[in-house]
């Protein structure tokens, strides 16, 4: 038996695994939808004993450059990543719903996207940044759409007050701040639950690749992928190992923080009957969601990066 302190995993009939706490390899910064700057989150990613670090901004590679500075003079491992926003790759299973107490799931899969060997300046950064492009293009319509959506609603938000807000890639948390500070909502989560969520009243899709599409983009470029917070799809583990390996996905990210201890062990196992690698991470949003980074043991041999 083998027990951490933090999430607490027990593991019974298995040959001593080595944990670590040193990775965190999902975090946010003001060039997507984090509350924090590149240099504020690297700091408490140092604070928080981590010493292998990615930023995974949303559908954005902007920050790179800055968090590659940060790291070295914090003395920490930087690992460029980008969070890319796919189509759905299987349809929610309504009993693992029910099992995780979740009402739906995303209608997008997330697909983490891990470059350990590549300089953000060469050839392959450069082909990968406009391919992202599109992604990042598409954003601005689907906001002023949901604007428009809750006007109608009897909710005006002004767009450059949420276009102020995104340091990069503009997103609903930063419509969902604006809708806080117009008085519609008291929170953020409300914001989402009520109204912007998916399938809910405000809510517009956002045109995106598939999950194949994504990983074979990555592929080229040298990439390593594993797919984000499985939790929020409602697909058994097995099946959704199954289907990562069917279309070259690298690993899943078994260790999140929205992740109970069961889950991460039976996602852990899946991953390893389908030869999968693992990875871990906060994702960090900000401090004020109560979230703080690192803090997440994982089975060092199994870390995809």
């Known amino acids: ?21 040193h990775y965190d390899l999902h975090s946010h910064s003001t060039n997507s939808d984090g509350e924090h700057s590149v240099d504020y989150v690297a700091n408490l990613m140092k604070k928080n004993e981590v010493k292998h670090w990615s930023l995974t901004d949303h559908d954005t590679i902007s920050g790179w450059p800055m968090a590659e500075t940060a790291a070295k003079r914090l003395g920490i491992t930087f690992i460029p990543g980008v969070e890319i926003t796919c189509e759905r790759g299987i349809e929610p299973d309504v009993e693992e719903l029910s099992r995780q107490n979740r009402e739906r799931a995303s ?37 002023k759409k ?31 701040e604006a809708m806080v500070q117009n008085g519609y909502v008291e929170t ?3 914001a989402f639950e009520r109204w912007i969520g998916d399938g809910l009243p405000a809510h517009v899709a956002q045109p995106k690749p598939s999950i194949s599409e994504a990983v074979a983009m990555v ?30 996905v690298d690993s899943i990210e078994a260790f999140h923080r929205s992740h109970d201890d069961e889950y991460r062990f039976h996602l852990w196992q ?11 991470g906060s994702d960090f949003h900000g401090q004020s969601y109560g979230q703080n980074p690192g803090n997440m043991p994982v089975p060092i041999q199994d870390l995809c990066v």
């Open 1 to 21: 038996m083998i027990c951490f302190n933090h999430n607490l995993i027990w593991v019974h009939c298995f040959a001593n695994p080595v944990w670590t706490q």
């Open 107 to 143: 209608k997008s899969w997330h697909l983490l996207a891990y470059f350990p060997n590549l300089d953000h300046e060469n050839d392959l950064a450069k082909r990968f940044a406009k391919w992202l492009e599109p992604l990042q293009n598409s954003r601005i319509p689907r906001m």
């Open 146 to 176: 949901m604007i428009a959506k809750l006007a109608e609603l009897g909710m005006p938000v002004d767009f450059q007050t949420v276009a102020d807000k995104a340091g990069g890639s503009i997103g609903r948390p930063h419509l969902a």
């Open 188 to 190: 953020k989560s409300e």
């Open 219 to 248: 592929k080229q470029c040298g990439g390593v992928t594993s797919l984000a917070h499985p939790l929020y799809y409602g697909v058994p583990s097995k099946e959704l190992a199954e289907y990562c390996k069917s279309i070259g």
């Open 270 to 280: 899946a991953c390893k009957e389908y030869k999968l690698g693992v990875s871990c």
